[in-house]
Structure formats: C-alpha cells, structure tokens
C-alpha cells in the first residue's frame, strides 16, 4: 500500500525554523516525484518544493526560494523540509505527496495535477507562524 505521513509542524514566531518530515512506503522512492503542498487558510493548493531523485531534479516555489530545503534520507526512505526565516504567510497545511508516470518537478510543483488527483498523499501537518 503507498503511504505517506506527515510530522513536524506546529507553531513558530516570525524568524523561526521547522522541519517537516515525511515518511515514506509503498513505493520505489526514487522513481517518484515526491514533495510539499502547501494550502493556507482560504487558498487554493501551492507547490511549495518538489524533488525527483532519478534525474536529480528539485523544485522550489519563488515564495520560498532561499528559505525551504527539500531533502531525502535514503536509509529511512523519508524526506524532510527544512524552513527557516518563517514568515506568517508561510501558515498552512503542509502536505506531502508523490506521483509517478515520469512526472517532473515542475509539473507537480506547479499543480499541473490537482492535488486530491496526486497519486499518494498524506494527512497533513499544520504550521502557524505567527507573533
């Protein structure tokens, strides 16, 4: 069964870092398209950050270039999100999600799929930044 699961959100002051983690199974890791989807509240989906092990291919939305990294633990076939310099519009939930077919970064990242169309995705993880 292909699952993914989200962990790592909470609540942070404007400056702060979080890492997100997302724990994977189910499917061959590097054949996928794996990454964040972000929806803050009373917005559509957002592709946030994206990667495709294979081609060695990372994604990052203009909003969070420089701040986000995306990252992979082979061994614990999880991948990870690291924010720093948190701003309040980065509040959301946090989804992580995978899709195969040879999908790139960009057209996952940039919602050429619908999220709930995604192949895998998970529950969820909240973020609030906020003073």
């Known amino acids: 069964q292909l699952y993914v699961a989200e962990s790592g959100g909470g609540f942070v002051q404007p400056g702060g870092s979080l890492r997100l983690s997302c724990a994977t199974s189910?499917?061959?890791?590097?054949?996928?398209?794996i990454g964040w989807i972000r929806q803050a509240p009373g917005k559509e989906y957002e592709g946030i950050s994206c990667?495709?092990?294979?081609?060695?291919?990372?994604y990052y939305a203009d909003s969070v270039k420089d701040r986000f990294t995306i990252s992979r633990d082979n061994a614990r076939n999880t991948v990870y999100l690291q924010m720093n310099n948190l701003k309040p519009e980065d509040t959301g939930v946090y989804y992580c999600?995978?899709?195969?077919?040879?999908?790139?970064?960009?057209?996952?990242?940039?919602?050429?799929?619908?999220?709930?169309?995604?192949?895998?995705r998970g529950q969820g993880t909240v973020v609030t930044v906020s003073s």
């Open positions: 999600a995978a899709e195969g077919m040879g999908t790139t970064v960009q057209k996952m990242c940039t919602m050429q799929i619908p999220y709930r169309r995604l192949e895998v």
């Open positions: 189910g499917f061959p890791l590097d054949y996928y398209t």
């Open positions: 990667m495709r092990v294979i081609e060695g291919s990372t």
